[in-house]
Every structure is written in structure tokens, then in C-alpha cells.
T-cell receptor, first 112, second 116 residues
């Protein structure tokens, strides 16, 4: 089955700096890679996703890159703000099989 | 509010109790999921339902019994649980379990379960 590894497990940055979270996956059949943000007391919320036919996607301060050959994808947050502090999860899935495998999460802390 | 509502938000139960968790989605989705979130395994899939039919049981102990009476409602019936079952139980839904809408999950806020 699919195996997703996520690094780092914790990340602390100064407000205004950039943050990068990386994930690797094992199943070459995976074709959908979402990122979820989980704030305290809430469930994970989708913030950005990328499909295997695209190498990069950007939405304001967040971007995701995908390297299918190396089987890794990354989340980039620029100009971080305190409200970006949360746990971030990556996931990989094969939409034909219909099951997502999640990374173990990264706790991001943005210091004011 | 995400469109997926879970009740209760917090539940404390003894090992001999029977309780149920409820999930309701107002998104018109056809697939619903139960996930367990704990410190050991942050997001662990338990069950998947597609059009009310169970399509995935991820080797979950029988003390957890899911029920999906229709595409909008999902229950998790709990009985004779163990303290190690204490966790946050998350419900999610997606447009479909496979295809282009698959795996785009909308999560509820979760039910925090404590087993004494």
C-alpha cells in the first residue's frame, strides 16, 4: 500500500519568514496530493491540492510543488503570519482506488 | 462550519457503556468516512461508505460498529471500549469515493472521546 512520510514534525518560524513542509510517497499510482490545515479544536481543512498532471500550483501565499519522478511534494508558505500556526497534513491518493494516506503532520508555529 | 456536523463534541464513557457518535453532512456528498486521530497515528482511516454501502473496514475492532442509514448520516456505535480507544474521531465526506471528486475530503470538527 501507499506510505507517506512528512518532514519536519515541528517547524518554528518568525513572522514574515517562509515555511516549507516536505512529503514523500511510495506508490507511483498516486495521482492526487492535498494539503490540510488543522487548527486547535477543529477538523482538518483542505487548503490546496495538486494533481499528478501539474508540477506546481499557487494560491496567494501558499504553493505546492510536485516531483513525480522523485515521488515528493512540498508545501510552501510565504510571508507567514501568526494565524498560519496549525498542524499541516499532506496526503497522497489514487482517485481510482479512492483511499487517502496521510502523513503524520507538521506542527507549524509562527512567532510574532 | 464546514457542512459536516459531528455530535457530541465531547464524550466520556466507561468501558462497559454503550454510546454513539453522529455525523451529518449537508453537502450532497455520496461518500462518508470515519477517521481516528490520536498521538500515535494522527489520521487513521477506519471505515468508508459509498452510497450507504460499506466499502472499507480498515481492520477495526468489532467494538466499533458503523451505521450509514443514508448518504447524509453516519453513526459510530461504541461498546465495551478500552482506554486506548480514547481519541478524536473525525467524520469526513467527499463527492464520491472514486473519480475526480474522490478524496477531496471535508472534515467535521470531531468528537473527543475519553474512555475511563
Amino acid at each position: 500500500g501507499e506510505n507517506v512520510e512528512q518532514h519536519p514534525s515541528t517547524l518554528s518560524v518568525q513572522e514574515g519568514d517562509s515555511a516549507v513542509i516536505k512529503c514523500t510517497y511510495s506508490d507511483s499510482a498516486s495521482n492526487y496530493f492535498p494539503w490540510y490545515k488543522q487548527e486547535l479544536g477543529k477538523g482538518p481543512q483542505l487548503i490546496i491540492d495538486i494533481r499528478s498532471n501539474v508540477g506546481e500550483k499557487k494560491d496567494q501565499r501558499i504553493a505546492v510543488t510536485l516531483n513525480k519522478t522523485a515521488k515528493h511534494f512540498s508545501l510552501h508558505i510565504t510571508e507567514t503570519q501568526p494565524e498560519d500556526s496549525a498542524v499541516y497534513f499532506c496526503a497522497a491518493s489514487n482517485t481510482n482506488a479512492g483511499k487517502s494516506t496521510f502523513g503524520d503532520g507538521t506542527t507549524l508555529t509562527v512567532k510574532p | 462550519e464546514t457542512g459536516v456536523t459531528q455530535t457530541p463534541r465531547h464524550l466520556v464513557m466507561g468501558m462497559t457503556n454503550k454510546k454513539s457518535l453522529k455525523c451529518e453532512q449537508h453537502l450532497g456528498h455520496n461518500a462518508m468516512y470515519w477517521y481516528k486521530q490520536s498521538a500515535k497515528k494522527p489520521l487513521e482511516l477506519m471505515f468508508v461508505y459509498n452510497f450507504k454501502e460499506q466499502t472499507e473496514n480498515n481492520s477495526v475492532p468489532s467494538r466499533f460498529s458503523p451505521e450509514c442509514p443514508n448518504s447524509s448520516h453516519l453513526f459510530l456505535h461504541l461498546h465495551t471500549l478500552q482506554p486506548e480507544d480514547s481519541a478524536l474521531y473525525l467524520c469526513a465526506s467527499s463527492q464520491a469515493p472514486t473519480g475526480s471528486g474522490a478524496n477531496v475530503l471535508t472534515f467535521g470538527a470531531g468528537s473527543r472521546l475519553t474512555v475511563l
